[in-house]
């Protein structure tokens, strides 16, 4: 039903507010984007043809993150300068290591899941320099990773997890004395108190 009534916009060019009886004229334009065939799900009857092609006029393909790992130093520059900046904290420095575990790992979850992983990493850190070892890249982690309903892997709620234990444990060594703990894990505790509110642990 909604792909029924999103063609009959861009067809008529007008929309008809909630409760209101007339139509109101619009001029936009419609930029829309995927990570789903959908050429093959028309096909397959999921996807309308008719609005297919009308939001298919100019198609752009965007290469995956790990089709363009030289990317990766310009988006992880970027992404700790505006972690950095939201929190506080002084913009921390990847280690020629780090940077090469980054490049080289496949990235199920693209961007996403780089600003994941290089949040993570500014709490983990210590001296404001990120090491391979603050990335805890699941290739690394021995315990299998759970998958969700759909049998995709669930990985954003798996690294918040590891995130989590690591700063339980380091509050129960502290006796919850949180400048201590974030003492032990390298981090100001300014950067705590965020991942702490952040991760419900407050």
């Not at 080289?104 to 992983?117: K, S, T």
């Not at 021995?142 to 309903?149: Q, R």
């Not at 400048?179 to 965020?194: D, E, H, P, Q, W």
Request: proline fraction near 5%.
């Amino acid at each position: 039903a909604m792909q029924v009534k999103l063609l009959r916009v861009i067809q008529e060019k007008s929309v008809r507010p909630i409760g209101a009886q007339k139509e109101t004229p619009i001029d936009v334009r419609i930029l829309s984007a995927t990570h789903k065939d959908l050429a093959e799900l028309v096909d397959s009857g999921e996807f309308r043809q008719d609005l297919f092609y009308r939001i298919n006029v100019i198609e752009l393909h965007v290469p995956s993150l790990r089709e363009r790992s030289d990317d990766i130093p310009m988006l992880a520059e970027h992404i700790l300068e505006r972690l950095a900046g939201e929190s506080g904290m002084p913009v921390p420095s990847l280690s020629k290591e780090a940077m090469a575990a980054l490049q080289n790992y496949q990235f199920p979850g693209n961007v996403r899941e780089l600003e994941n992983i290089l949040e993570r990493a500014i709490t983990l850190c210590e001296a404001n320099l990120i090491q391979e070892m603050d990335l805890r890249l699941p290739s690394s982690v021995a315990a299998p990773m759970p998958a969700g309903d759909s049998g995709k892997v669930a990985l954003e709620p798996y690294l918040d997890n590891i995130e989590k234990e690591t700063i339980i444990k380091a509050l129960e060594q502290t006796r919850y004395n949180k400048t201590a703990a974030a003492k032990l894990l390298g981090i100001t505790f300014r950067a705590l108190r965020y991942r702490l509110k952040k991760l419900g642990l407050d």
